[in-house]
C-alpha cells in the first residue's frame, strides 16, 4: 500500500462542473502539498496545509489531520484546469511523499 | 526571475550508454532535490542537497545512479549503464531554505524525458 494514495486516478467531466479530488495518507506529515503538473512535466505548487481550509481562486484545499485526508475541490471547472493533480506528504522540513497523481479532464 | 532550469529537456540512450542529467536552481536557494517520475506516477525522491552537501541519498535506486552539486549551485545526476528500467521523467527542484527551516515551497524544473532503448 502506498504511503500516499489518492482517487480518482482519472476523472473526467463537463465545463462547469464541480470536481473534488481525495487524498489520503498513512505516514505522520508536517504539511500536506498540492501540485499541478501539465503535460511537459512543468509542476506547480497550488496549496501548502497543515490544517483547516485554504481558497485561492476556483481551487479549495481542506484537510482533516485526525482522519488523514485531504481533498481538492475546483468550482466551475474550465478546459484549462485539464491537468494531473498531485497530492504530496511533507514529512519534517524536506522530504515529500508523493501521490500517483488525478488525471484530470475538462470537456468544453 | 528565472526558475530551475533542467537539460537537455530530452534524452534517448541506448541500453548500457551513461548519461548526465543537469539542473541549475534558482540562484540562491539551498536545498536541491531530484526526482524520478515513472510514466503514470507520482514523483519519487531520489536524493537531496543542502549546498554542496548531499544529505540524503537513500531513493538512489542502484549503485549506478550518482548525483554530485559540487559548488552548492548547479547539480548533474549522472546515470551509468542504463538500462530500459531507468526511462522516466527525471525533475529537480530548489527551495530557499536548508534544513534548519520549518517552511520550505519546492520550485520544480520542467524535467528531463530519459528514454532508454
Known sequence: ?108 | GAGVSQSPRYKVAKRGQDVALRCDPISGHVSLFWYQQALGQGPEFLTYFQNEAQLDKSGLPSDRFFAERPEGSVSTLKIQRTQQEDSAVYLCASSLMGQSSSYNEQFFGPGTRLTVL
Open chain 1, 1 to 108: 500500500k502506498n504511503e500516499v494514495e489518492q482517487s480518482p486516478q482519472n476523472l473526467t467531466a463537463q465545463e462547469g462542473e464541480f470536481i473534488t479530488i481525495n487524498c489520503s495518507y498513512s505516514v505522520g506529515i508536517s504539511a500536506l502539498h498540492w501540485l499541478q503538473q501539465h503535460p511537459g512535466g512543468g509542476i506547480v505548487s497550488l496549496f501548502m496545509l497543515s490544517s483547516g481550509k485554504k481558497k485561492h481562486g476556483r481551487l479549495i484545499a481542506t484537510i482533516n489531520i485526525q482522519e488523514k485526508h485531504s481533498s481538492l475541490h475546483i468550482t466551475a471547472s474550465h478546459p484549462r484546469d485539464s491537468a494531473v493533480y498531485i497530492c504530496a506528504a511533507r514529512q519534517g522540513a524536506q522530504k515529500l511523499v508523493f501521490g500517483q497523481g488525478t488525471r484530470l479532464t475538462i470537456n468544453p
